[in-house]
């Protein structure tokens, strides 16, 4: 469904407003690009677990060297960075997400131009 113009120019005017006040987190949020790279590092760190995997059975099954087994002992460090690759790119995006305060109506780190904004999208749903 389409937005009316009074609704157009709003969401206009709610834009401008973001990217003066804050223009850093206005490119983040705009650009889909940092989404790719994260889904691209995730699906890197779960190969690089797989590898890990293959190479710490390989290793096991391999003889040692020097006593040491050295392909298996890759083989964990490969899994051991492929799982922290993974989980570091999850965090951050769940560092974006904002989380509702104790009240559960707001989120504790609103700015006040977005509360100002809810406030009066609030005050016009209740005089319609």
Same mark, same amino acid.
């Given at each position: 469904?389409? &937005? ?5 120019? /709003? +969401?206009?005017?709610?834009?401008? !407003? +973001?990217?003066? #006040? *804050?223009?850093?987190?206005? $490119?983040?949020?705009? %650009?889909?690009? &940092?989404?790719?790279? $994260? ?7 779960? !190969? ?5 995997? !293959?190479? /710490?059975?390989?290793?096991?099954? /391999?003889?040692?060297? !020097?006593?040491?087994?050295?392909? $298996? @002992? @890759?083989?964990? &460090? ?8 993974? @989980?570091?790119?999850? =965090? =951050?995006? *769940?560092? %974006?997400? #904002? #989380?509702?305060? #104790? ?26």
């Amino acid at each position: 469904m389409p &937005l009316s113009e009074h609704e157009q120019r /709003l +969401l206009d005017q709610i834009e401008r !407003a +973001l990217y003066a #006040e *804050d223009p850093k987190f206005a $490119s983040t949020v705009r %650009g889909a690009k &940092l989404r790719k790279p $994260s889904r691209r590092r995730r699906i890197q760190g779960i !190969a690089l677990f797989a590898v890990g995997v !293959a190479l /710490l059975v390989t290793g096991v099954m /391999l003889p040692k060297l !020097a006593g040491i087994p050295v392909v $298996s @002992v @890759v083989g964990f &460090l490969l899994m051991f960075f492929g799982v922290l690759l993974t @989980v570091t790119t999850l =965090r =951050r995006g *769940d560092q %974006g997400a #904002e #989380e509702p305060d #104790e009240e559960g109506s707001r989120p504790s780190s609103r700015s006040s131009f977005s509360q100002k904004m809810e406030e009066r999208f609030r005050r016009r749903l209740e005089d319609e």
